[in-house]
């Protein structure tokens, strides 16, 4: 045994597979409905992206690793199950952090795959090995690391029902580049001697063998690669029944939704339904917006400082009194506060504070929505209530139609950005041309980080590092191979036919940028929240 001679070599006993950790982990995504993986290539995750690709799963590579999460989130958002996405290990891993820290806060079910270090070589200063778990166990609410190919189905199944369950939000599953490949590949890389020197060759070879032994053992057994139940909190009986006798008794109530009632498992549809059966006004916030039609009498998008200090119940349904509500304090207090959140802490964030809620539920908003929509069906707000505020809302907006010009005709898919954030992501044009997406981007090209710059200047009396130029966005558009266009005047007309131009590009099947050279507004002036 000191000399490892009567150790068998792995070659002497394994089959030469070509079976590999990759293809478990494209069935488990398969077998959890994912339809798309985004990622920017590395070698450490390029059996995941084969296998995926293999099993119908489509593919999308970006240019950056921030944007494959960015897509992930949207999928997420968009489709009511998890998104993912796969990157390489290191730098491709570090790059993702913005995009995490933004699908936590938006209570995202995201699904991060890094690549990392073989299990021998971490912490010996391998390529692109680093802690990749201490950074994003503050931002997720899964983190871990495959230790061995039969962990990958198990763990990847926990992680999802865990990005779903609760308070939605990311997940990190790190695979070291051994539990991804083929067997008799990764015997090659551990450097076996078929005729080992000396008694420390032997105890090495014997070492490496039981490695690879354990690494690889029950790797290919029979498992089950079905989603694991989602947790999800409900309100009780009793609450719902108390929120009803306190709903019943108001004169002018409100409704604030935000994200959280658009989850799994209520559909949209029936919230939607519910809603307008209890009637009460409503103000949309997060993936909510459009929840109720451009139309309905119950959405009222203006004011909304003004009517919070005038109702006399608010419903705050997934939402939370941040900045986004001045921590609360636009909230009345003579004003009976119901407060329906998946996550207790956010729900109360600030109540000690600026506001108090006399009803807090910790628990699905859409699902109590629903209940207590069942439970007031002979109730309905004062009808004057509901038209003055929907008389002030189209007053201000009738206001903001006059003050921003022309409204623009919809798109299959319409991206709004500033002259500054598109510099994070103009690139991405060529993922747009490649993967034959067509979008028309509308780039406010006003060469300046405005919102910092109309703060900076009055208060500290410096532009600096504020300006940017009339950069020629359009011609970038064009140059990865998609449609560009450049509004520059302000006759309606010539604004009419580049839009009009813009669409028909788009429906070509071209990603079409227009760049609207703009000027300085007082829009948002003061909306540095500090």
């Known amino acids: 045994m000191g000399q490892g001679s009567d150790v068998p070599y792995p070659s002497q006993t394994e089959p030469k597979s070509t079976r ?15 339809r798309y993986l985004f990622t920017l290539v590395g070698g450490h995750i390029s059996p995941i992206l084969v296998a995926s690709e293999k099993l119908g799963i489509r593919v999308v590579d970006t240019r950056h690793e921030a944007t494959a999460v960015f897509a992930a989130d949207a999928v997420a958002r968009l489709s009511g199950t998890v998104g993912v996405a796969a990157v390489t290990a290191g730098p491709g891993v570090t790059n993702t952090v913005t995009a995490v820290k ?23 200063g391998a390529l692109q090995d680093i802690d990749q778990l201490c ?12 230790k061995t190919v039969r962990d990958i189905v198990p763990t990847l199944r926990r992680a999802i029902a865990a990005a779903q369950s609760g308070t939605p ?12 490949y ?3 590949l990764v015997e090659k890389e551990l450097g076996f001697k078929e005729t080992p020197r000396g008694p420390l060759g032997g105890v090495l070879n014997w070492y490496l063998c039981n490695h690879l032994r354990n690494l690889y053992a029950g790797a290919w057994e029979t498992r089950d690669f079905s989603p694991l139940p989602v947790q999800v909190p409900k309100a009780t009986a009793e609450q719902v029944q108390q929120c009803v006798e306190l709903v019943s008794r108001a004169k002018k109530p409100v409704m604030l939704l935000g994200s959280q009632v658009t989850l799994p498992p209520t559909p949209v549809e029936k919230l939607r339904e519910a809603l307008e059966a209890l009637g009460i006004p409503c103000f949309l916030g997060g993936m909510a917006r459009g929840m109720l039609g451009r139309d309905s009498p119950l959405h009222i998008r203006q004011n909304r400082r003004e009517v919070l200090k005038e109702a006399d119940l608010v419903i705050l349904a997934g939402m939370v009194c941040d900045f986004r509500l001045s921590y609360g304090r636009v909230l009345s207090r003579r004003s009976t506060i119901i407060a329906v959140n998946r996550d207790r802490a956010l729900m109360l964030r600030n109540s000690d504070v600026f506001w108090k809620p006399r009803m807090a539920i910790q628990g699905d908003a859409g699902s109590f929505l629903l209940s207590l929509s069942q439970g007031l069906k002979s109730y309905s707000p004062p ?23 022309a409204e623009y005709p919809t798109a299959l898919v319409l991206i709004l950005y500033g002259a500054g954030a598109l510099g994070y992501s ?22 300046c980080w405005s919102q910092i710059s109309r703060e900076q200047v009055p208060l500290l ?51 079409t940028l227009i760049n609207a050279l703009i000027g300085r507004t007082s829009f948002r002036e003061g909306s540095i929240s500090v």
């Not at 991405?428 to 006003?446: C, Y």
Request: aromatic letters at 8%; glycine letters at 12%; hydrophobic letters at 40%.
């Open 182 to 184: 083929p067997y008799h």
């Open 383 to 405: 009808q004057d209530w509901t038209t003055s505020l929907k008389d002030g809302d189209q007053r201000k907006e009738k206001a903001n139609r006059l003050a921003m010009g």
């Open 20 to 34: 590999h950790g990759g293809e478990l982990v494209a069935e488990v995504l398969k077998a959890h409905g994912v």
């Open 426 to 447: 103009i690139m991405e044009f060529d993922t747009f041309v490649r993967h034959k997406t067509p979008v028309i981007a509308l780039v406010g090209n006003d060469a």
């Open 102 to 124: 933004n699908a936590q806060m938006a209570e995202s079910p995201v699904l991060l795959i890094g690549g990392a270090a073989a299990t021998l070589q971490k912490g010996r």
């Open 169 to 180: 939000g990311p997940v990190f599953v790190e695979f070291p580049i051994n539990v991804l």
């Open 135 to 146: 950074l994003f166990k503050p931002l997720c609410k899964f983190c871990a690391s495959v």
């Open 461 to 511: 009396g410096s532009n600096v590092a504020c300006g940017l130029a009339y950069v020629d966005y359009h011609l970038v558009a064009e140059g990865l191979g998609g449609k560009g266009f450049l509004l520059c005047r302000q006759d309606e007309t010539f604004m009419d036919n580049i839009i009009l131009g813009a669409q028909e590009a788009c429906r070509q099947g071209h990603p």
